[in-house]
């Protein structure tokens, strides 16, 4: 997700990640994951705010093991109705 800086005040990343974690549960996913580079502390305070919580590179991540230094990866566990 991105939002562009004059509109972060308006909580559109909130409310999209909010939607996706909604539509996630619909689905009946129990695990969400997702990554994120280190710098973008706004985004880790967000996820962290949401319930998820830090995590080792997991497999599928389409981000190069050399590169893994310099992001966060992240997971959430939901129940599904």
Partial sequence: MYVVPE????HIGS????HLIARAVDFGVNVIR?????FMV???RLYRS??????PPYEGSEIPAH???HWLFFERRVEVA
Avoid: P
């Avoid at 997702?34 to 280190?38: H, I, P, S, V, Y």
């Fill in 67 to 69: 590169l893994h230094k």
């Fill in 50 to 55: 949401r319930g998820f919580v830090e995590r």
């Fill in 15 to 18: 409310r999209m990640l909010d």
């Fill in 7 to 10: 509109a972060r005040s308006l």
């Fill in 34 to 38: 997702l990554d994120t580079a280190r």
């Fill in 42 to 44: 706004e985004a880790h």
